[in-house]
């Protein structure tokens, strides 16, 4: 792959803590991005905000202040995981559909392709700026964008399966699903929306394990370290 969309779950980033960062967890992602970029594999990344807040968090308040936050969130978690990427060396942008002052700049097709031939990670923080939606969404909306060639979607389970594996040792994992099954059956990948829209646009997608060994490195090289999802 030449250009990939790496999306990782908010609480990916907190490790075993469930919440906040977990250092150790961002790091190793580093260091695999570091190998891509040096292979001028084009990451750009999206992260969600599950480690501080979601918009169903509370159901006492209005929920487009609460998913108002919850964007926020996902940019907290962009400058983080953008700054530890910094320290390992990486060149970096963070880009956000709304203004936020100093912090981040405004997302442009033009603009990212320049910093991806300048071999930076781009992030893509702040989800699609509006309520009622998921970073999910905002990964395949701007993989979709940016022609990403698949969306990586590092994840605290393995892959894709029948039902939760959690909740019922004999569920079985898929190797190979299409995006049409996944909608058909409800399968637990990415919300519905997502789904769709990946589904519309053709935009395949690669789940794996966050923790496991070069995971990253794995899917964006085309191995079927999870469960692939044809489009
Ligand atoms: N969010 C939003 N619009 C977006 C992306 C995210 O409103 O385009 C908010 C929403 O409140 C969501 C939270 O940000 O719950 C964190 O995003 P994530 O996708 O991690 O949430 P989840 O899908 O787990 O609810």
Same mark, same amino acid.
């Given at each position: 792959m030449k250009k990939v969309l790496l999306k990782l779950s908010g609480e990916a980033l907190a490790?075993?803590?469930?919440?906040g960062f977990d250092e150790e967890t961002v790091t190793a992602v580093a260091k695999q991005v570091k190998k891509l970029t040096a292979e001028e594999i084009k990451v750009g990344v999206v992260i969600g905000g599950g480690n501080f807040w979601r918009?169903?968090?509370?159901?006492?308040?209005?929920r487009t202040k609460a998913d108002q936050i919850g964007m926020l969130a996902t940019i907290m978690n962009c400058i983080y995981v953008s700054e530890i990427f910094r320290s390992q060396g990486l060149a970096t942008a963070v880009m956000t559909p709304f203004k936020c002052g100093e912090f981040t700049e405004i997302f442009s097709k033009d603009r990212v392709n320049e910093y991806f031939d300048q071999n930076r990670v781009v992030f893509f923080a702040g989800?699609?700026?509006?309520?009622?939606?998921?970073t999910d969404t905002a990964a395949v909306l701007r993989a979709v964008e940016i022609e990403a060639d698949s969306i990586l979607l590092a994840k605290a389970v393995d892959g894709v399966y029948d039902s939760d594996p959690k909740l019922n040792p004999e569920a079985k994992k898929y190797d190979v699903v299409s995006i049409q099954q996944v909608i058909n059956e409800k399968l637990?990948?990415?919300?519905m929306t997502a789904s769709i829209m990946c589904m519309e646009n053709h935009m395949p997608m690669q789940v794996f =394990? =966050?923790?496991?060994?070069d995971g990253i490195i794995d899917a964006a090289r085309g191995i079927n370290n999870g469960t692939k999802i044809t489009v």
């Open positions: 490790g075993a803590k469930k919440t918009g169903r968090s509370s159901e006492n308040i209005d989800g699609t700026g509006h309520p009622y939606f998921s637990a990948v990415v919300d =394990l =966050l923790n496991e060994q």
